[in-house]
Structures are given as C-alpha cells and as structure tokens.
C-alpha cells in the first residue's frame, strides 16, 4: 500500500506568488489534514477536512489560505500572495476510521 | 492547546528501555492516549495508542495508570534511530490531533 503521497517535496516561490501543495490521502481514506511546522518549532494544525467538506478549518489564517479536498483527485493546499513567514514545512496526514493518522513526507515551502 | 505535560528532553543510553512519561490528568472518558514521533524532519509516524488497557505492538508499550492521568512509552531496547521527538496527545475520535512540545529524546552510543 502506498503512502500518504505529497508533491511537491521542496517548493521555492518568490513573494507574491502562488503555491499549490498536493495531497493524496492512503488508498481508502477520506479524511485529510494539514498541518504547518516553521523551522525549530513545533506542528501547527491547520484544516481538517473530508471529501468536499471542510470540517474544522480552525488554524487557517484567515487570508490568503484554502484547502479543498474534491470528490476526484487530491487534496490541494493553496497559498496566495505567499510573504517570506509563510517558509515552512506543511505536513499532510489522512485517516480511514479515524484512529491512527498516516502522515506524508511533507513539502518543504521556501519563499524568496 | 495540548492536554498533555512532558519532559523537555531525555537521554537513554543505547540498548536500554527508553521510558517516557506523560501527564493528562484532564483526559476525558472518551479520549485516547496517542503516541507519535517525529525523526529530524520527516513527518510524524505513528507509534501505539490506548484507551484503557496497557497496548503492545511491534515498536513499544504503553502504559496507561488506572485513573488515566498519565501514561509511559517504553521503547524496550533503544537504537540510535529512535532519536526523535516524541509526543503524547490525548484524542477523541474523529478529531484532529494537537501537537505539543513533546519530548526530545536523544540516545547515547
């Protein structure tokens, strides 16, 4: 069984550009979550969501975040307008029935 | 914010059971104790998680006291590889997962 698959692993953005993080969730489940960890701090919870949903979306910012999770394809996490504080990794994990969280490699974000 | 207290950091020596302790002592009926750990700067991996009852798979034990206000890892014979921060985390299902600080644990040749 593959993984939790993130794409891409390292991403560089100049300020002002968009980035587009993907997800695709371990075969089976439709729960998704992001999480964001800066450099030498810890993992910051960011969205939940299901397919088409979103559950709780409680550690978003509140500009220029979003996340969908569509019916068909993967999760993308969508940064606008990115700013050099926005350099991190973010960490997707998915879960079937809700007990153990799988978590991807993460996509190292570095903004210029 | 985390429901769980843990130690900054630890040191065990290689080859010895590494024990980490955890304090939840606001841990509610229908939430369960969940241990991960992150390696550098991959992403977290799953380690064990209980309810009630003392749990046991292939990578640890955990140990969880009759009231359920604290629980320990064991990692039975630590290696070098299991350098990582570990965390504890108090969950209902369904639910996202709050990370803490967790405990660093460094393993001495």
Request: hydrophobic share 30%; glycine share 14%.
């Given at each position: 069984n593959a993984g939790v698959m993130q794409n891409p692993r390292h991403l560089v953005r100049r300020r002002g550009q968009e980035a587009r993080l993907r997800c695709s969730p371990m075969k089976g489940h439709s729960h998704v979550y992001w999480y964001r960890q800066l450099p030498e701090e810890g993992l910051k919870f960011m969205v939940y969501l299901q397919k088409e949903n979103?559950?709780?979306?409680?550690?978003?910012?509140?500009?220029r975040f979003s996340a969908e999770f569509p019916k068909e394809g993967p999760s993308i996490l969508r940064i606008q307008q990115?700013?050099?504080?926005?350099s991190a990794a973010y960490f997707c994990a998915s879960s079937g029935t809700n007990e153990k969280l799988f978590f991807g490699s993460g996509t190292q974000l570095s903004v210029l | 914010d985390a429901k769980t207290t843990q130690p900054t950091s630890m040191d065990c020596a290689e080859g010895r059971a590494a024990n980490l302790p955890c304090n939840?002592?606001?841990?509610?009926?229908n939430e369960y104790v969940y241990w991960y750990r992150q390696i550098h700067s991959q992403g977290p991996q799953y380690i064990i998680h209980g309810l009630k009852n003392n749990e046991t798979n292939e990578m640890a034990s955990l140990i969880i006291t009759e009231d359920r206000k604290s629980s320990t890892l064991i990692l039975p014979h630590a290696t070098l590889r299991d350098t990582a921060v570990y965390y504890c985390i108090v969950r209902v299902e369904y639910d996202k997962i709050i990370f803490g600080k967790g405990t660093r644990l460094h393993i001495l040749p």
């Open positions: 979103i559950i709780d979306e409680s550690g978003m910012p509140k500009e990115v700013v050099r504080g926005d | 939840h002592s606001t841990i509610s009926g």
